[in-house]
C-alpha cells in the first residue's frame, strides 16, 4: 500500500459522514447488446465540509458516480447513504454543476439562478433574495438582468455555480465544470472555488480530467482505474490551506502529481 493511501479515511478531518458509497457497482447494455461494467465495488466515505476530487482515465466512470450519487442514474447494486440516511433518489440536500452550465437562454441570469427553487416551489421572495446574494457571491452582481448570450464562458459557469446552490445545498457535485474553459481562467475558476468553499461550508466533490486541478482542489483525491471503473487508491493532500496558484510549482506539489501519473504511466487519458 502506498504511503500516500489513506484507506478510505482522511484521519484529519473529524465531521460526520456527508455521503458513503456501499458496494456500489453499475452495469449497462451497449447498443450491441452485450453487457457493460461501468464501475465494480465502489467503498469510500466522505465528510462533511470536505472537498474530494476524482480523476482517472476517460472512461472509467467518473462522471457516471456523480450521477448515481446525484439520484440522477440508478446503481446497478450497493448502498449510498447521504448524511447517515439511506439514498432515495435526487435530494435538495445535493447541488449538481454540470460540464456545461445549460442555460436557459430566454431567461435572465437571475431566473436561470432561480430554476431550482421553482421546482422545489420554495418562497420566491426568500428566493430572488438568496439569488442576488449568491450572484454577488460568484461575482455577478449587476448581472442579474443580462442573458447567457451576453455572458463568458466562465460567467456562465459561475451561474452554473449559484444555481446549484440556490436550494442551500450541503454537498455540491462538480462534473469537470471547468473543461471547456481556456487555461488561465480554468486557474482564476480554481481559486474562486477555493474561496466560495469557505463560504458555504459545503461538502465538495469534483470530477476531472486535470490531475494538478484535482491536487490543488482537493483536501483528498480519489484514483480510479479504466473500466470497469473502481477506486484504486485514495491520496490525502497534504497542502497550506490558504494556497496560490505558484504552489503547483512547488516541489512538495510535484510529488503528488508524478505519484498519480506513474499509477496511470500506461494508460491514455490523463492531462
Same mark, same amino acid.
Given at each position: 500500500?502506498? %504511503? ?8 484529519k478531518?473529524?465531521?460526520a ?10 452495469? *449497462?447494455q451497449?447498443?450491441? !447488446? ?16 470536505? @472537498? ?14 456523480l ?5 440522477i ?6 448502498r $449510498? ?13 445535493? !447541488? ?8 436557459l ?8 439562478? &432561480? $430554476?431550482?427553487? +421553482?421546482?422545489?416551489k ?11 446574494? &449568491?450572484? /454577488? ?11 447567457p448570450?451576453?455572458?463568458? !464562458?466562465?460567467?456562465?459557469q ?5 444555481? %446549484?446552490l440556490?436550494? /442551500?445545498?450541503?454537498? &455540491?457535485?462538480?462534473?469537470?465544470? @471547468? ?5 488561465m481562467t ?8 477555493l474561496?466560495?468553499?469557505?463560504r $458555504? !461550508?459545503a461538502?465538495i ?11 490543488f ?15 484504486? +487508491?485514495?491520496?490525502d493532500?497534504?497542502l497550506? *490551506?490558504?494556497?496560490? &496558484?505558484?504552489?503547483?510549482?512547488? +516541489?512538495?506539489?510535484?510529488v *503528488? ?5 506513474? %499509477?496511470?504511466?500506461?494508460? %491514455?487519458g490523463?492531462?
Amino acid at each position: 500500500m502506498s %504511503a500516500f493511501t489513506t484507506n478510505g479515511i482522511d484521519t484529519k478531518v473529524k465531521n460526520a459522514s456527508a455521503f458513503c458509497f456501499q458496494d456500489i457497482n453499475k452495469n *449497462y447494455q451497449s447498443r450491441d !447488446g452485450l453487457n457493460v461494467s461501468a464501475l465494480s465495488n465502489i467503498n469510500f466515505e466522505v465528510f462533511k465540509k470536505e @472537498f474530494v476530487t476524482v480523476v482517472g482515465p476517460s472512461g472509467c466512470g467518473k462522471s457516471t458516480l456523480l450521477k448515481i450519487l446525484a439520484g440522477i442514474v440508478n446503481a446497478s447494486s450497493g448502498r $449510498i447513504e447521504i448524511n447517515g440516511m439511506p439514498q432515495k433518489g435526487p435530494s435538495s440536500e445535493i !447541488g449538481v454543476v454540470f460540464q456545461n452550465p445549460v442555460l436557459l437562454p430566454w431567461r435572465t441570469i437571475l431566473n436561470n439562478v &432561480l $430554476i431550482p427553487a +421553482e421546482i422545489q416551489k420554495r418562497d420566491i421572495k426568500e428566493s430572488r433574495k438568496k439569488a442576488y446574494e &449568491l450572484l /454577488d457571491m460568484v461575482g455577478l452582481k449587476g448581472f442579474e438582468t443580462k442573458y447567457p448570450k451576453e455572458l463568458s !464562458g466562465g460567467m456562465q459557469q459561475r451561474v452554473g455555480i449559484a444555481r %446549484a446552490l440556490i436550494n /442551500d445545498p450541503s454537498i &455540491l457535485l462538480m462534473d469537470e465544470p @471547468f473543461g471547456a474553459l481556456d487555461a488561465m481562467t480554468r486557474e482564476l475558476m480554481n481559486m474562486e472555488l477555493l474561496r466560495l468553499k469557505k463560504r $458555504i !461550508g459545503a461538502t465538495i466533490m469534483l470530477v476531472t480530467h486535470s490531475i494538478p486541478e484535482a491536487i490543488f482542489l482537493g483536501d483528498r483525491v480519489i484514483i480510479m482505474s479504466p473500466r470497469p471503473g473502481c477506486v484504486e +487508491e485514495i491520496m490525502d493532500i497534504d497542502l497550506p *490551506y490558504e494556497k496560490e &496558484l505558484s504552489i503547483i510549482n512547488s +516541489e512538495h506539489f510535484g510529488v *503528488y502529481d508524478r505519484h498519480i501519473r506513474n %499509477a496511470f504511466n500506461s494508460k %491514455a487519458g490523463l492531462d
